[in-house]
């Protein structure tokens, strides 16, 4: 590679340095180059470029774009894995650990999450965390949750209003069946009422009428023998 061919490597390292803010660094030193073109395709998806550079470019390309948390990264076979503004490094740090696990060649060194410097075992530790997917469902989950609650604890009380006011509605429409049923059969009852009270009082009388009243009827027809 002449001096033209590295500075070009260097300016787009830089500006990839510049353009990303997570990366994940390891060691590949043992991995085959099937095995670096399978692992390039598990990354590809998550929107993660896998580059190998020379550290001595790197470390140029490193100071030129103020990423100085990587140059202490840059030991031994270096390579990078680039995820892009739309990728997902949760994804990636699960592709690089997992190849990690079955080549038992890769050796995650560390990276960068967000501008913030990640040890080997950070890495390992995001390649533990859920999905974005999951992960967004968990954080939905997390926001509806107080809402549905302060929504259940403002709508109680409009509940519980509606509740009694229903019931009073209820009770009121009751109370008036129950008064109303006197005042329509008011006539008729106070009718019986008197009725009753007449024949009550006039069988008394009427015993007193039966019990003189025959006497005379006996002596008329005495006398008329």
């Known amino acids: 590679m002449d001096r033209a061919e590295k500075e070009r490597v260097v300016t787009e390292l830089a500006e990839q340095l510049r353009s990303v803010e997570s990366l ?19 990354l590809r998806p998550h929107g993660t470029r896998l580059t190998i550079v020379k550290n001595t470019l790197t470390r140029r390309a490193a100071e030129a774009a103020g990423a100085d948390g990587l140059l202490a990264l840059l030991e ?27 080549t038992k060649i890769l050796t995650l060194r560390g990276g960068i999450l967000q501008g913030a410097p990640m040890s080997g075992e950070d890495v390992e530790i995001l390649a533990r ?27 109680a009380p409009l509940r519980d209003l509606v509740g009694l006011i229903d019931a009073r509605i209820a009770q009121l429409e009751q109370d008036g069946a129950v008064t109303e049923a006197p005042v329509e059969s008011a006539d008729a009852d106070s009718t019986i009422e008197t009725e009753d009270i007449v024949e009550v009082e006039e069988p008394e009388d009427a015993q007193d009428e039966v019990m003189v009243s025959p006497q005379p009827e006996a002596e008329d027809e005495k006398e008329e023998e």
């Open 24 to 42: 994940i660094v390891a060691d590949y030193r043992g991995l085959t180059n099937s095995e670096l073109e399978e692992l390039r395709g598990k």
């Open 129 to 155: 965390v859920p999905p974005l997917d999951v992960l967004r469902g968990q954080l939905i989950g997390v926001i509806v949750a107080p809402l549905t609650q302060l929504i259940g604890l403002v709508t």
């Open 76 to 102: 031994g076979p270096t390579a990078i894995a680039f995820v892009e503004a739309e990728g997902d490094p949760v994804a990636a740090a699960k592709a690089l650990a997992e190849t990690a696990r079955q």
